[in-house]
């Protein structure tokens, strides 16, 4: 899921049925207060993505916050075509290790 807010309504419905997600991915998540009750009790699989200039920092919280859960943090701004053009290979690296991992 991409998008901070995608990717937290996405924290939210993955605890409310914790039998059908097994995994995800998550790109940019914005941390609230409100989460704070929930992340512990997520179990599923989770990859964390976030860039150095776009909710790194909220997304850390996230990743400390949930138990099964790992972090990637590039360098970029998060565009997908700015990723391509600056780091080559990011897109690709990050879509390889998906699919090997989740």
Do not use: C, W
């Not at 859960?69 to 997908?80: E, F, H, K, R, V």
């Amino acid at each position: 899921l991409g998008g901070a807010r995608g990717a937290r309504n996405g924290v939210l419905a993955t605890a409310l049925d914790t039998d059908r997600f097994k995994a995800m991915a998550l790109m940019s998540v914005y941390y609230e207060e409100d989460m704070d009750a929930v992340l512990p009790t997520i179990n599923s699989s989770t990859l964390l993505i976030a860039t150095e200039h776009r909710n790194s920092d909220s997304t850390i919280r996230v990743h400390r916050a949930m138990p099964n859960s790992d972090l990637i943090i590039y360098p970029g701004d998060a565009q997908t075509h700015h990723m391509r053009d600056i780091h080559p290979g990011i897109v690709q690296d990050v879509g390889e290790f998906l699919e090997r991992e989740l």
